[in-house]
């Protein structure tokens, strides 16, 4: 009897936002793949779905997981129930992909299905053009140059953690902005550096806006913007 062969599991880095920015990798097998998935904020639409729709021929199966968008730890439950819906079509022969806003393991919830599939099934990881690389376009200034460091740092940290790693110089991208704006501004300015700083939301896609740090008084951050800031000799 001929063993039975399972799916290939894909996590798909679609890009910042632009469809464009999608890699032709991405855009190929996205045209094979039988079973698309993806995460669905409760309430809203995906992201990601949105991004590579021009890439998803009609008819495909479509797995939606329902996610609430809210701070805080991960929803491990809502991992649990998408791994194992994945698993079943694994499981069953068909290949899933599943889409990823930029690239999937760059602070992208796919790693928490990879982590619960990648060991039963076979899994590639097709890596995508993430939010730092589209910032900095869309800013038109370089992420890091000749020796410069570049430090990534979520603005979700507390504040002393915060100012301790923008201390440490070199250029700094600030994700998770959003409602943390005031806040990260004004440690910024505490640190001299707001005047090297330049804020950017939604980039690549539509409603993008870049604006240094300093006129961002009263601005209403979406939770896609982004703080980069620039090293001293930049
Ligand atoms: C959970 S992380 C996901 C990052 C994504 N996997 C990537 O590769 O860019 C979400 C954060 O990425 C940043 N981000 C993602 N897309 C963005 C965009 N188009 N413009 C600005 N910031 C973006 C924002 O800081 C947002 O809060």
């Known amino acids: 009897l001929a063993e039975a062969v399972s799916g290939r599991l894909f996590g798909i880095g679609v890009g910042p936002g632009d469809p464009e920015l999608m890699t032709v990798k991405a855009a190929r097998l996205l045209a094979q793949v039988p079973v698309v998935a993806y995460l669905a904020p409760r309430p809203g639409e995906s992201l990601a779905r949105r991004i590579a729709a021009p890439y998803i021929p009609p008819g495909r199966t479509e797995l939606a997981i329902a996610i609430e968008m809210r701070p805080g730890p991960e929803p491990e439950a809502v991992y649990d129930a998408a791994a194992a819906a994945i698993a079943a079509h694994l499981g069953a022969g068909r290949d899933v992909a599943v889409l990823c806003e930029g690239d999937p393991f760059f602070y ?15 899994c590639m990881v097709v890596p995508g053009v993430a939010s730092l690389a589209a910032c900095a376009a869309a800013a038109g200034r370089a992420l890091a140059r000749r020796d410069e460091t570049l430090i990534v740092l979520p603005a979700t940290l507390p504040d002393a953690e915060l100012a301790a790693r923008l201390a440490l110089g ?35 896609r539509g409603g993008e806006v870049v604006l240094p740090l300093a006129e961002c008084a009263g601005v209403t951050a979406p939770y896609f913007s982004m703080i980069l800031v620039a090293g001293a000799d930049t």
Do not use: N, T
């Open 170 to 204: 070199g250029g700094v991208a600030i994700l998770k902005v959003g409602r943390h704006l005031p806040r990260v501004a004004a440690l910024l300015a505490v640190q001299g550096l707001a005047e090297r700083s330049v804020y950017v939301a939604q980039a690549s």
């Open 108 to 122: 992208g919830s796919f790693a928490y299905l990879h982590e619960r599939l990648a060991d039963a099934f076979p």
